[in-house]
């Protein structure tokens, strides 16, 4: 992988883990005023496999692109 591949991958990765934290944060604070969490509605609970999959596999990826970085310099 080139410099400029690697970069995009990690701004990917850190736009991707973005998307993650906010769901996760408005899960918990859009219902403020009681003690409801939306973690238990279908669209959040969804949003969050598929974002925290993606966000997963995109971390192990970016460690295995800068190790083979690294190995390779």
């Not at 859009?30 to 238990?40: A, M």
């Not at 971390?59 to 190995?71: F, N």
Request: hydrophobic fraction near 55%.
């Amino acid at each position: 992988m080139k410099g400029r591949q690697l970069e995009l991958l990690v701004f990917l990765t850190q736009g991707i883990g973005v998307i993650f934290y906010v769901i996760f944060l408005a899960a918990f604070y859009i219902p403020l005023p009681s003690n409801d969490t939306l973690i238990g509605d279908s669209v959040v609970r969804s949003s969050l496999s598929i974002f925290g999959g993606v966000f997963l596999i995109l971390i192990i990826v970016s460690l295995g692109a800068s190790r083979l970085v690294k190995q390779e310099g």
